[in-house]
């Protein structure tokens, strides 16, 4: 099995064509649908057990519920032309701070498709112009427009559900 690259250690080649966003538009409005697929299958005790100390499938997907409040934030900085994006927490305070695993399974989608939906339909407004507005993004320190932006956020949301995944596959053999 291939071992994952951690997100933090990604580069992005950015500068996309704007006529790609609907593509990438799809893709991310998939998210929960393509979450909730994945993980429907399994009883509680898998969805937060965690390994080594790491997060479990439940808090996984609560991450990425918690990141759509920072998607709102970048969508309106874009929007209002500032010249970098606000920086996310890479403590990922917030995840910790949730204690996913006392929630439901079925809050967290149900949360996050809201909340994925939300924001979809804003980013489905906008214009050519708009897609292609640039700002510094923080962690990459590169110009990064909106388009790109969007990529980005589908790629973060793969990176989760490969390792919800990888994590479902280690749980069951361990069974």
Known sequence: MVQQ????????QFGLPVGVFPC????????PARLEDMIRRYPRGILVESIDDRWSIQEHA?????????????LAEFLA???ALSAADMGNKKTYEAKHNTNTIEN???EFRKARESL???????????????????RLKKPTQL????????????????????LARLLIEKG
């Open 120 to 138: 979809t339909q804003k980013l489905e407004e906008l214009n050519e112009t708009q897609v292609a507005i640039s700002s510094i993004h923080p």
């Open 147 to 166: 388009v790109d932006w969007v990529y980005f956020m589908a790629e973060h949301d793969d990176h989760h559900l490969a390792r919800i995944s990888g």
């Open 108 to 110: 967290i989608l149900k």
């Open 24 to 31: 990438i538009l799809e893709r991310f409005r998939g998210t």
């Open 81 to 83: 032309g500032v010249p």
């Open 5 to 12: 690259t951690r997100w933090v250690e990604r580069t992005f």
């Open 62 to 74: 609560g991450h990425l519920w918690d990141l759509e409040e920072l998607g709102e934030k970048r």
